[in-house]
């Protein structure tokens, strides 16, 4: 059988790590790293800095891969994600079969946590297709966590829902029906600028938790440019970035 955890390790910031998240680091045979390409190579350098901190003296391995790429240009959305998450099954397959063959405890490090916005689940029930595994989860410090604590400001407001969607659904769909604090994700257009800003407040961070930490708050209607400029600087910089916001609709 093959021990799979998978292991959240917080948005960047080391001091994220937790006692459960290095005791299951120390006690894999395998880690396997994931490389996303120059331009994120600070993403894999992260991971091996985590490593570096936490693995000496332990036996554990650590093996990097190159990430599949996803086909942006797929005619059917869900398909070529269902294709891209199939290739990177195959890939972790590879390398647990090269390093721990049939028996053996393998981790991975997952950004923010395992089980919000994160596929790694989902890539973990295609390797259980064939191969017996038992999968674990080690929770994380999430996005939303950080972009609240950033910011000193609560989730949510008294007795009232909040909805966690993507930039794709803002774009397509607008406002969620129903909610008065929306968090979106993954969000590489800046879709809040197909809404009407009246009476929306944002607050936005980029980097969140890491040292390279931008954070905007205030009106939407002011915010938007500013957000927008900041964002594609920051990328231009760094070759990318990792961004959240939460929005709030005076009523």
């Keep these: 059988m093959i021990d799979l955890t998978l292991i959240g390790i917080g948005t960047g910031n ?15 045979d395998l880690i396997l790293i994931p490389l996303k390409g120059a331009e994120k190579s600070d993403l894999a350098g992260l991971r091996r800095k985590i490593c570096a901190d936490h693995l000496a003296g332990a036996a554990t391995r650590v093996v990097e891969f190159q990430l599949p790429v996803r086909d ?8 070529g994600v269902d294709d891209w998450h ?17 028996h053996g405890r393998v981790a991975l490090l997952i950004w ?5 916005y994160d596929s790694s689940l989902r890539i973990a029930q295609r390797l259980g297709r064939v191969r017996k595994t038992s999968v674990n989860v080690v929770p994380g410090i999430t996005a939303i966590g950080a972009l609240c604590a950033a910011h000193a400001i609560p989730l949510n407001t008294i ?31 800046c879709a809040f600028q ?7 407040e944002i607050w936005w ?20 440019p500013q957000i927008i400029e900041a964002r594609a600087a920051a990328r231009a ?8 916001y939460l929005m709030r609709r005076n009523r």
């Design 14 to 28: 080391p001091d994220h790590m937790t006692l459960q998240a290095i005791e299951a680091m120390r006690h894999a």
């Design 72 to 79: 942006a240009d797929h005619p059917n959305y869900h398909q």
């Design 86 to 102: 199939d290739a990177i099954a195959d890939a972790w397959l590879d390398h647990i079969d090269a390093v721990v063959g049939q």
């Design 112 to 116: 923010g946590d395992p089980s919000l």
């Design 159 to 189: 007795g009232a829902p909040v909805t966690i969607t993507t930039g794709r659904q803002i774009r397509d769909h607008g406002w969620p029906d129903g909610a008065d604090t929306v968090v979106v994700m993954l969000d590489g257009a």
């Design 194 to 200: 197909s809404l009407d800003p009246q009476g929306i």
């Design 205 to 224: 961070g980029g980097f969140v938790g890491m040292k390279e930490q931008i954070l905007r708050a205030g009106p939407l209607a002011d915010l938007a």
């Design 237 to 244: 910089q760094h070759g990318w970035i990792m961004d959240i």
